[in-house]
């Protein structure tokens, strides 16, 4: 069972860093975030997951009642989220969106296809849509169109879609063999984006990660710069828990940089690596587990 790796791995990160979203490195520092804590920003109790994880989910319970990729279902559900809070685990609901993400899904439910919904300025370059690709990491033949696509309804400027392949191909080389470590990993699938993109501007925004030159990053929810951070902290530390309380104490977009990183770490380190006591504190953890074994069951027979 390889889906709860990821997906627990990101919800887990998720939830550490929910309460300090918006809350500066300085002040990590200072205090940092050990555990999984309660209230903080959106006074929610431990354990409470945000847009990130929702996304994913509803991405994933997409992908399984249609039997695959359908756009406008995706953003149908999405829209199950945003209007009646369906796939969150707070009694108040839905309490978070990203701007594009907001203004994506009202183009939608204006009339828009999906695959015109997404905004692509190069402002909109956020998390938003590298936060909730991950489920498709687990499809044996994902092509770049897809991903791309998949953020597109959202994230459509190809930076975000190319942050998205890049993502999706550390994971599936993670997926795909257990030898190697997590930079020949990420150096891998760095090459591959390079070899497919190779002669497009949008390459010289990853740069950095390419050449694994990050020393001074910041936890701002551009797409670069929580692509780097992630890199950065899984790179510095060898267990799934060291990974994510990085990224959460690195500051400003906690949660989806820790959800990020930790859908990786998960994969990586594997669900037992996960602490007990941190998914204990995820309110409704069965409805997560049975989600991802039948998001298994169809990426097997698929
Ligand atoms: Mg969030």
Known sequence: MK?????????????????VEFTSRSELEENPVTRMEGNGMYGQPAGTWSDDTSMTLATMTSIINKK???????????????????YTNSDDGRFDIGITTVNALNNYRNGAPALESGCNG????????????????????????????????????????IACVLYVEIAKSMLENDDLTIEEH??????????????????????????????????????????????????????????????????????????????????????????????????RIDYLLSLCEEYEAFCDES
Not at 127 to 155: C, K, Q, W
Not at 210 to 233: A, M, P, R
Not at 270 to 278: H, K, Q, Y
């Open 3 to 19: 889906v709860k790796d990821g997906i627990i791995g990101l919800v887990v990160g998720d939830a550490l860093g929910v309460p």
């Open 68 to 86: 695959g990729i359908d756009y406008d279902d995706i953003m149908d559900e999405f829209l199950e989220w945003y209007i009646n809070s369906k």
């Open 122 to 161: 190069e402002r909109e370059n956020g998390n938003g849509s590298l936060m909730r690709i991950l489920p498709l990491a687990y499809f044996r033949d994902i092509d770049y169109e897809t991903i791309e696509n998949v953020s597109g309804i959202t994230h459509a400027h190809k930076r975000s879609k």
């Open 186 to 283: 990420i150096n891998l699938a760095c090459d591959k984006i390079k070899e497919h993109y190779k002669g497009s501007e949008e390459l010289k925004h990853f740069q950095k990660i390419f050449d694994n030159n990050l020393d001074d990053i910041s936890g701002k929810g551009y797409v670069i710069y929580t692509f780097e951070c992630v890199v950065h902290c899984l790179l510095t530390t060898d267990n799934y828990r060291d990974a994510v309380l990085k990224a959460v104490n690195i500051g400003h977009d906690t949660d989806t940089n820790a959800a990020i990183c930790g859908g990786l770490a998960g994969i990586y380190y594997g669900f037992d690596s996960i602490p007990v006591d941190w998914t204990d504190q995820i309110n």
